[in-house]
């Protein structure tokens, strides 16, 4: 036993009336540890044995529950002078005694690999018969913030409210976000308000001189990461312009569809107008005469002529010439009788002249009766 542990143990004895000096953990390390994820951490655990430890030696590193109705889970152990770093599951490859001998008094577990569900409170627990020490260790595993996103919302008009916003979706709380501008002047706007929580830094009534490249970065305890935005302000559009335009193109719109109407209905109304006129005309034409009945007037008239001509000259003064050029009406056309009509006699032309008889002209028939 060194100078310093029989110091330490006299003072128990004289003045605290603590428990017989033996077996010590000397570990004087801060037992509140953070780490962040993906690192590693060392559990010191430092011990120093008395005269009378004279037992095996065990070692046990057990994960502590927050609640107090579970039992606590064994992590590594190291007695009979062997090594057993299997026992819990999550832990399994990543946990191992920093010291290839702990025997020698370094009992110090090392955890590779850290993660998020690591943290907890872990116990370092040696035993020597009659010597018993522990010593408790609360480690934190926190996880850096994730690489943020920025982006501007709102208008990027002049006199327009804007917000540019910042974020990480990972990241152990509390989180903090600043942010910085890298070009120009690198001052932050004067109507500038930042929300260092929230991630965000409002642009209250932009101008052209908030333009520029701004730099938000998110940091906890363990580590930062950054993003950049672009933010460019420029003037407003020529609303009224743009108004005139519109209805401009609008209404031109508008004329061309009234003229294109107005050219369909005029053609439809002319080619109604032509199909009207057409049918008139057809209407108008009167049906040809037949045949028949044309030479049915020729014989009658014919006929009429000829029994004229075979009457006396004393009866010819009652038929005046303008009664020629008259068709007779139907009624005076008719057939002659069922009488036999006496053969014409054979008497000369010259003959007929020296009687008085008038010259006809009677047009020849064939058998049906038809002119020829």
């Given at each position: 036993m ?5 110091c330490?143990?006299?003072f128990?004895v004289?003045?605290l009336?603590?428990?017989?000096c033996?077996?010590q ?5 801060s037992?509140?540890?953070e ?9 010191d ?6 005269a ?5 030696l065990?070692?046990e590193?057990s994960?502590q ?5 579970k039992k606590?889970e064994v ?15 999550p832990?399994?490859?990543r946990?191992?005694f ?18 998020a569900t ?5 116990q370092?627990?040696?035993k020597?018969?009659?010597?018993i ?14 690489k943020p996103?920025?982006?501007a919302?709102g208008?990027?008009?002049?006199g327009?409210?804007?917000?540019l916003?910042c ?5 152990t ?6 942010w910085?501008?890298?070009t120009?002047n ?9 929300d260092?929580?929230g991630?965000?830094?409002s642009?209250r ?8 490249t701004y730099?938000?970065i998110?940091k906890n305890r363990?580590g ?21 335009g519109?209805v401009?193109?609008i209404?031109?719109?508008l ?12 053609a439809?109304?002319k080619?109604?107008?032509e199909k ?9 034409v009167?049906?040809p005469?037949s045949?028949?009945s044309t030479?049915?007037s020729f014989?009658?008239?014919?006929s009429?002529r000829?029994?004229?001509?075979s009457m006396?000259?004393?009866n ?5 010439k303008?009664?020629?050029?008259k068709?007779p ?7 002659p ?8 006699s054979r008497m ?9 008889a008038i ?5 020849a028939q064939?058998?049906?009766g038809?002119?020829?």
């Amino acid at each position: 036993m060194d100078l310093r542990t029989s110091c330490l143990c006299l003072f128990n004895v004289i003045l605290l009336t603590g428990p017989a000096c033996g077996l010590q953990i000397t570990s004087t390390d801060s037992t509140s540890i953070e780490k962040a994820s993906g690192q590693i951490v060392k559990l010191d655990c430092q011990y120093t044995l008395a005269a009378e430890d004279s037992g095996p030696l065990d070692i046990e590193w057990s994960l502590q529950p927050s609640d107090n109705q579970k039992k606590e889970e064994v992590v590594i152990v190291y007695s009979g002078d062997r090594a057993f770093e299997h026992y819990y599951e999550p832990l399994k490859g990543r946990v191992h005694f920093n010291s290839p001998d702990p025997k020698n008094g370094d009992a110090s577990m090392n955890i590779m690999g850290l993660k998020a569900t690591d943290t907890g409170t872990y116990q370092c627990k040696v035993k020597k018969v009659p010597g018993i020490s522990s010593r408790k260790f609360f480690l934190t595993v926190m996880v850096r913030p994730s690489k943020p996103r920025c982006y501007a919302e709102g208008q990027t008009h002049a006199g327009k409210d804007m917000v540019l916003r910042c974020s990480s979706v990972e990241g152990t709380q509390p989180l903090q976000y600043v942010w910085e501008r890298t070009t120009g002047n690198k001052l932050l706007p004067p109507l500038a308000v930042l929300d260092p929580v929230g991630g965000t830094m409002s642009l209250r009534n932009a101008t052209e001189v908030a333009s520029g490249t701004y730099k938000c970065i998110a940091k906890n305890r363990v580590g930062t990461e950054e993003c950049l935005v672009e933010v460019n302000i420029t003037q407003p559009p020529n609303t009224a312009g743009v108004i005139a335009g519109v209805v401009i193109c609008i209404l031109l719109v508008l004329i061309l569809l009234a003229l294109l109407l107005f050219c369909c209905c005029r053609a439809r109304n002319k080619k109604k107008y032509e199909k009207e006129i057409a049918y008139e005309i057809r209407e108008d034409v009167p049906p040809p005469k037949s045949r028949v009945s044309t030479a049915r007037s020729f014989t009658s008239v014919g006929s009429q002529r000829s029994s004229l001509g075979s009457m006396s000259p004393s009866n010819l003064h009652e038929y005046t010439k303008p009664q020629y050029d008259k068709i007779p009406p139907e009624e005076y056309v008719r057939p002659p009788s069922h009488a036999p009509i006496p053969p014409p006699s054979r008497m000369a032309g010259p003959n007929l002249s020296r009687m008085g008889a008038i010259p006809v002209m009677v047009p020849a028939q064939n058998r049906d009766g038809s002119i020829v």
